[in-house]
């Protein structure tokens, strides 16, 4: 866990390092990573240049009614969905104004999997105004903090990327 933690706190800090370079803003919609995202990034100095919201929506009601979540995708596909995902990702970018944002919903643990998302299946989104990157991942069910911490680090790949992206592109 001492190795993930670090990759984090390295990933965190490239990511700000590279918003800040390019005049970025980044947003967070996290359910089943509760924060950590947001956590990890506002940790570096210089964040406040480059964090623009981060919204834990942990519930159904919340991931409607701030981050525009459809009660179709909701009711048809759950919040453990690359729908879902995507729909967080798109309202954090609607709600902040930011340029990337990244969503995670998924399951934890140690309890609440199923046969189609068991315990360790987490959903993550990039998404910018131009396109959007979605994985559905199985992280090995090491117990909940590993769950949560191996989703984070994805999580902060996939932003990092798609900040890496723009850039080339830019």
Known sequence: MKEMYNSINDLAHEIVKECTERGLKISTAESCTGGMISAAVTAVSGSSAVIELGICSYSNRIKREILG????????????SIKCAEEMARGALKVSGADIAVATSGVAGPTGG??????????????????????????????RDYIRAAAAEKALKMLLAKIKKGKENG
């Open 69 to 80: 979540v459809s009660d179709d995708t909701l009711g048809r596909f759950s919040e453990y």
């Open 114 to 143: 199923s046969e189609e998302n068991p315990v360790g299946t987490v959903y993550i989104c990039a998404a910018d105004g131009n396109s959007i990157t979605s994985e559905k991942c199985l992280f090995e069910n090491k117990g």
